[in-house]
């Protein structure tokens, strides 16, 4: 059962300016590498919709429905999701890139715990994946 919070718009504000925060930093001390139309369109769009209905609707809904605990107000469905999420990206990235994702992951399935909101989590995740054109 998804726990809708009142402050939807709070809890999703905070991890926007979060993430923005964060690409302010990264910007400061790198540069910008502009991506091809086909890789700005993967990182931006599709990969963030794809991976966050598989992940958060489907996976984590499947957990939570078994597995209803949770600590510190993270459920144990976020954390086995975000750990099959960062796992997944072993394949493709490697062991250090897959340790960062499983951060934003867990951030990504507090909000959709909290809102019961997929398309938060994909404008989270498309924002936090613009750090890929900053080197």
Not at 20 to 49: K, N, S, T
Not at 107 to 131: M, Q
Request: aromatic share 20%; proline share 2%.
């Amino acid at each position: 059962m998804v726990k809708k919070s009142e402050n939807t718009s709070v809890i999703f504000g905070f991890f926007v300016a979060a993430g923005l925060l964060w690409l302010g930093v990264r910007l400061y001390w790198g540069g910008v590498v502009f991506p091809g139309v086909f890789e700005a369109l993967v990182l931006l769009v599709i990969a963030p919709v794809c991976e966050e209905l598989f992940f958060r609707g489907f996976v984590q809904d499947i957990i939570r429905s078994r597995l209803a605990y949770g600590l510190f107000g993270v459920s144990l469905a976020n954390v086995v999701t975000s750990v099959l999420f960062a796992c997944v990206h072993l394949f493709s990235w490697g062991a250090f890139h897959s340790f960062l994702v499983f951060f934003p992951s867990l951030a990504f399935g507090y909000v959709y715990d909290r809102t019961g909101r997929i398309s938060f989590c994909v404008l989270l995740h498309a924002l936090y994946n613009l750090n890929a054109f900053i080197v």
